[in-house]
């Protein structure tokens, strides 16, 4: 028995080296170009038939597990290909992917010291070094399982911080609690006034400008008028690279504000916070960074780190564990023989919890921070020069005057509505264009860019075109975007 387990256990171990071969041959030997599909696009019942999903009693000979491992590659979206310009995230940098590898292959729970010693010293190491940056000399912080989370994170420790009874008695110790945020502000801090019991009814939006920035006069009365009425101000979530825009909020009006009424500031930089490696860009969008009680960055968007890789980070030396603390003993005893101030999972909201510092100082190391930077200085100067290219080109159309993070938004307006009135029906007939050419370019699987309405701005559906720093786009690649989105939609 124990020689044919040595066999099994050996074949085993073969299948995971042929899946690396398989990666490496149809991944990362030959990255993908311009002239390669994106996508191979079925419709949701077309993959069903296409794919053997269902699961059976007996298990499959390595021949026919590969050969699945080869149609979730084919039928997947080629995230590293330079046309794959949808999402807030892009390709995987090659370090770092090699640090989601090693973390998965050593399979550790980052919770206590005696579980994870090198992962927890070096999360402990580089969240310091992020909170050096940001201008903090103190203060805590945890790797989370997505930006959502960590803005759920930031809302706790706000209602701890200003009522820590509630931990144990809840919030009907607190008073009628309200949260702010800007009408373009992500929906996660919704959630998370709806996971902590808060109520999404209480996250009280406010106004922002033509560019998606939050009017700091608008939260000033917005904060007096819930006064006036009885309700508690207790969180204002500002914002570096709305989703859609990609405007920061300015965070040194909103933070004398917070300070003006004893409100916990909060900055979710999903998006925008890796402009915090770039001296220019820090200067221009992360202005007054510093004045936050906490903040959340995803170097897993603009960045590149392998999903997922989100940083929570507060000025607050203790408050995590104040706050989260179970003090589970069969995890947490307090006479082990090392410093039990490292055994970090008593502060996190989770008790198994993944290891994602190492995507991100793994690249750090291998490129260090001025090879970052300049990742993050082409990706930013990419955006201005597509909107150089477009802002004069028959056809196209910016929705704003300016470039903000990363983010172009324009319109495509084909010849058929060129030179006509633009009236209501016009406009309406413009907010078409965007979804066809979409579903042409999905189908033919060339490209994949975003489009959306904006309804704070009764604005139709645009393009929005959003570019990180893997892999590093060109010129060229800029205006293959804009020549690929007129050859679709010229003829509408």
Known sequence: MASLSREALQQENKFVMETAKLIEKEILSSPPTRKEKVINFLHPQEL???????????GMNQEQLLKLCKDAIKYSVRTSNPMFVNQLYHAADP?????????????????????????????????REVRSIIGWESGDGIFA????????????????????????????????LVAFTSDEAHYSIKKSANWIGLGMDNVITVKTNEFGEMI????????????????????????????????SDSFGAVGEICKKHDVWMHIDAAWGGSLLLSKKHRKESLKGVELADSIVWNPHKMLGASLQCTLFLTKYQNLLK????????????????????????????????????????LMWKARGTNGLEHLVDNACHQALYFQSLIKERPGFRLVIP???????????????????????????????????????????GTMLIGYQPLGTKKLPNFFRLVISCQPPLTNDDMKHIA???ERLGNDL
């Open 216 to 247: 700091p006069a608008e939260l000033d009365f917005a904060m007096v008028k819930a006064k006036s009425e009885g309700k508690i101000p207790f969180f204002v979530n500002a914002t570096c690279g709305t989703t859609v825009l990609g405007a």
């Open 402 to 444: 300016r470039v903000q993070c990363t983010n172009v938004c324009f319109w495509y307006v084909p010849p058929s509505l060129r030179g006509q009135e633009e009236t209501e029906e016009w406009w309406k007939e413009l907010g078409q264009v965007a979804p066809k050419i979409k579903e042409r370019m999905v189908k033919e």
């Open 322 to 361: 104040e706050c989260n603390s179970a003090s589970a003993t069969y995890l947490f005893q307090q006479d082990k023989f090392y410093d039990t101030q490292y055994d970090t999972g008593d502060k996190s909201m989770q008790c198994g919890r993944k290891v994602d510092v190492l995507k991100l100082w």
């Open 145 to 176: 399982p997505g930006g959502s989370i960590g803005n759920m994170y930031a809302m706790t420790l706000a209602r701890h911080h200003k009522y820590p009874e509630a931990k144990r008695k809840g919030l009907a110790q607190c008073g009628h």
């Open 95 to 127: 370090y770092s992917l090699a640090g989601s590898w090693l973390t998965e292959a050593l399979n550790t729970n980052q919770h206590t010291f005696e579980a994870a010693p090198f992962f927890i010293v070096l999360e402990q190491l580089l969240l």
């Open 48 to 58: 069903i038939d296409r794919v053997d999903f269902k699961l059976n009693e007996s």
């Open 483 to 485: 020549d690929e989105i």
